[in-house]
């Protein structure tokens, strides 16, 4: 099956710092997404982004699908932008068995 | 516009056992899915209902079934516990042929 490697697998940034968190696909996907998990478990869905580039606010994000990858840039982290940040797909004709990777936890310090 | 409710939000259930979770899905959205999430892992697909019928199952076993209701609403329930079945359980809801998915906060089941 597909394999979705997401990485660093954990990132601490100082407040006010920039990251960019990097989401590999081992085969073709569609329906490309952006999860943030909050500390209280839910997922929200940041971005839908199967190709090119989308900007909300301080995040945006960048998917190359000729390439399989996805990249989702934080600007000016903070405190609340913490939590677990997931890419996730759905490969052939499937639009509901999304694929998620493991994840990357992002802590912001004040 | 109401959200993705889901019920109980914690649950100790003893192996063997059998357990019933419940989710209530954003108006306006007829697609549910279920998700498990191992603690430090990603959320894995359980399966889909659409129009109160399975519509799509991941790679977990028949004691994990399903019911869709005539309001969306859907349950998720599993028989003979094991101790590896503890984990987050999140639903989500959606629209048919769309990629916007609701999630709700998850029931947290514990197998002891």
Request: charged residues 15%; contains cysteine; proline residues 4%.
């Given at each position: 099956g597909i394999q979705v490697e997401q990485s660093p697998p954990d990132l601490i940034l100082q407040e006010g710092a920039n990251s960019t968190l990097r989401c590999n696909f081992s085969d073709s996907v569609n329906n490309l997404q952006w999860f943030?998990?909050?500390?209280?478990?839910?997922?929200?869905?940041?971005?839908y982004i199967p190709s090119g580039t989308k900007q909300n606010g301080r995040l945006s994000a960048m998917t190359v699908a000729?390439?399989?990858?996805?990249?989702?840039?934080?600007?000016?982290?903070?405190?609340?932008?913490?939590?677990?940040?997931?890419?996730?797909?759905?490969?052939?004709?499937?639009?509901?068995?999304?694929?998620?990777?493991?994840?990357?936890?992002?802590?912001?310090?004040? | 516009e109401t959200g993705v409710t889901q019920s109980p939000t914690h649950l100790i259930k003893t192996r063997g056992q059998q357990v019933t979770l419940r989710c209530s899905s954003q108006s306006g959205h007829n697609t549910v899915s279920w998700y498990q999430q191992a603690l430090g892992q990603g959320p894995q697909f359980i399966f889909?209902?659409?129009?109160?019928?399975?519509?799509?199952?991941?790679?977990?076993?028949?004691?994990f079934s399903g019911l869709q209701f005539p309001n969306y609403s859907s349950e998720?329930?599993?028989?003979?516990?094991?101790?590896?079945?503890?984990?987050?359980?999140?639903?989500?809801s959606s629209t048919t042929g769309s990629y916007g998915y609701t999630f709700g906060s998850g029931t947290r089941l514990t197998v002891v």
């Open positions: 943030h998990q909050n500390p209280w478990g839910q997922l929200i869905n940041l971005f000729t390439e399989r990858y996805s990249l989702l840039y934080i600007s000016s982290s903070q405190t609340t932008d913490s939590g677990v940040y997931f890419c996730a797909g759905a490969y052939g004709g499937s639009q509901g068995n999304l694929i998620f990777g493991k994840g990357t936890k992002l802590s912001v310090k004040p | 889909q209902y659409y129009r109160e019928e399975e519509n799509g199952r991941g790679n977990f076993p028949p004691r998720l329930n599993v028989n003979a516990l094991e101790l590896d079945d503890s984990a987050l359980y999140l639903c989500a």
